[in-house]
């Protein structure tokens, strides 16, 4: 199986030479190549190796000469990465010289790429991927940076083995020098799974921690600001505690319009002291109404998932189902079963 390292090098190597035989042993026999947000005349979704083939022979016909080079890589995943790079090009029949700057986002499989998507800009790749996994998550588990007093490792590797998508540093005692410091494992743990993390309130902090996304609350900075400071592809994510904020963020539009919301709390918790229940009328009601990936949230464990689920959620945060349980692994895999159920079942 080749290495990440010598599969980008190969696909340079190859690219550059025109060599259309080596490239398409770099591919996965069923490898989908999506060209479609290119601004040339190649744009299209390319199948297999074959229609891989047919785009390299397209864009040798538009420029006759060009050279790829990769700027950045990027690694997201065990499965994913982008890569960041320039395309110094002639046209064939015009001779004009061009740079286009692009990114990238590779998906693997044994090795070889799968999928190959290309993007105006290695942001938005990088983008792409974290709302593709944003929406196929179920669970999302939320934590501080010593949970019962001990490093977070083990707990946080539990949890994601149990079948959590989604891992929130959660902290607020700690100053922006020991949250940047304890970001540290719960990134490694988030990319080592192909698991997003999250970074509680801190917008301002998002890039020193090399966050996937910020969550924000309703009296935090509001979503636009959030995602200004945050950075270009970054997720941003908002709580709702009723009908008429959750409208709000249905109804958000461009920089204002939050990537996903969660609704709650379901039941009283001592994580938001004071803040009433909501029950679960307002599950149902968002079940319904909401527009973007949403997930309840609020005293949700093992014995109540089941209702949760049952009044339309289908994806849930936790906290102290998973931190406090006596075998994480195995809540966060009870947790998440029940979730996989409820999608299965016909709306």
Not at 81 to 92: F, K, M, T, Y
Not at 158 to 174: E, F, N
Not at 291 to 296: H, K, L, Y
Request: proline content about 4%.
């Amino acid at each position: 199986m080749l290495s990440v390292n010598e599969l980008t090098r190969r696909f340079r190597d190859a690219l550059n030479a025109g060599d259309v035989q080596a490239l398409s042993e770099l591919l996965t026999s069923d490898a989908t190549v999506d060209w479609s947000r290119s601004l040339g005349t190649e744009r299209g979704v390319y199948a297999g190796r074959e229609g891989f083939a047919r785009l390299v022979g397209s864009l040798s016909e538009v420029w006759g000469e060009y050279t790829f080079e990769e700027d950045q890589r990027i690694e997201l995943a065990p499965d994913a990465i982008v890569i960041a790079g320039h395309l110094d090009s002639r046209g064939a029949a015009s001779g004009a010289e061009v740079r286009a700057q692009a990114g990238q986002l590779w998906r693997l499989r044994g090795g070889l790429i799968a999928r190959l998507e290309l993007h105006q800009s290695p942001d938005e790749a990088v983008r792409s991927w974290r709302a593709e996994r944003l929406g196929a998550a179920r669970l999302y588990f939320v934590c501080e940076a010593r949970p019962n007093g001990e490093g977070p490792g083990l707990l946080l590797d539990a949890a994601l083995r149990g079948g959590a998508d989604i891992v929130q540093l959660r902290d607020k005692d700690l100053d922006d020098d020991a949250l940047v410091v304890a970001s540290a494992r719960f990134r490694e743990a988030a990319r080592d799974r192909g698991a997003l993390f999250i970074l509680n309130d801190r917008p301002d902090l998002v890039t020193a921690c090399e966050a996937d996304g910020v969550h924000v609350g309703q009296d935090d900075i509001p979503v636009a600001e959030a995602r200004a400071l945050a950075g270009p592809g970054t997720l941003v994510g908002l709580s709702t505690h009723s009908r008429e904020q959750l409208d709000a963020a249905n109804a958000a539009e461009g920089d204002a319009r939050p990537d996903q919301i969660s609704v709650g709390p379901v039941w009283e918790t001592p994580t938001k002291s004071g803040r009433p229940a909501t029950g679960l009328e307002l599950i149902r009601y968002a079940a319904v109404r909401a527009t973007i990936p949403w997930f309840a949230i609020g005293g949700i464990d093992a014995s109540n998932v089941g209702e949760v689920a049952a009044a339309g959620a289908e994806r849930v945060v936790v906290v102290r189902a998973i931190r406090d349980a006596v075998d994480p692994e195995e809540a966060a895999r009870t947790l998440r079963s029940a979730l996989d159920r409820a999608a299965a079942l016909p709306s």
